[in-house]
């Protein structure tokens, strides 16, 4: 495992300090490994928009298409 050095305020220290029996490295583990996946999620929903729009077809409705299966299907 990688070792990371990480700068705090002097009074947040003395605050962490003064709390007993928390790991801070899995505290920090855990801030870094949400962060990564916050980061990770707002990078797919930029691809996923990105995709939309180079692959729109001009004229296209998705209620257009719909109704015109379920017409489709009521005439059979």
């Known amino acids: 495992m990688a070792n990371v050095t990480v700068s705090v305020p002097e009074d947040l ?3 962490m300090e003064n709390a007993a029996g928390v790991n801070w490295s899995e ?6 490994e949400e962060a ?3 980061r990770e999620m707002l990078e797919a929903a ?3 928009k990105r995709l ?3 692959t ?3 004229g296209w409705s998705g209620v ?8 489709a299907d009521r005439k059979q």
Do not use: G, L, S, Y
């Open 46 to 48: 930029q691809d996923i």
């Open 36 to 38: 990564v996946r916050r």
């Open 64 to 71: 257009r298409e719909i109704r015109k299966w379920r017409d």
């Open 52 to 54: 939309r729009e180079e």
């Open 27 to 32: 505290v920090a583990r855990q801030a870094f």
């Open 13 to 15: 220290k003395k605050k």
């Open 56 to 58: 729109k077809t001009p």
